[in-house]
């Protein structure tokens, strides 16, 4: 059971964001604030589905490699279970096809890395700066 809880979490886990400075994306407004602001800085969202064991373990391995990526960027958590319309706005705008767990990188308006599953892990995040 500890080998399943330290690859899959529990669902206790999934609000679990302590270790990095996620900024929850809950509105529209904070996506075209998000859209202005990767002008001067790349956003990251990671859109992670609460129900699901792949995405959770995905985001906990994200956020135990982060810190040494090199990438300095703001943090967006979309829950897309609670966002589902967000995260629709997001494939919208960015125009990507919707997926759990996905990354988007954005800078200066476009999505410049859409990744989802074991390539999240994959990503050379530095050279997104």
């Known amino acids: ?49 609460t129900r699901c ?6 985001l906990n391995q994200f956020q135990a490699q982060f810190p040494e990526s090199g990438l300095h960027a703001d943090l967006y958590y979309l829950d897309l279970l609670s966002f589902r319309s967000i995260s629709n706005l997001v494939a919208k705008r960015f125009q990507v096809f919707h997926q759990s767990p996905q990354v988007l990188i954005i800078k200066n308006g476009i999505a410049v890395v859409n990744e989802s599953h074991g390539a999240i892990n994959s990503l050379n995040l530095a050279q997104y700066n």
């Open 1 to 49: 059971m500890g080998l399943f809880k330290s690859l899959f979490g529990t669902s206790s886990d999934s609000n679990n964001k302590e270790d990095l400075p996620w900024i929850p994306l809950t509105s529209e407004s904070q996506l075209e604030t998000l859209v202005e602001n990767s002008n001067t800085k790349p956003q990251l969202i990671f859109k992670h589905s």
């Open 53 to 58: 064991g792949i995405s959770r373990m995905t």
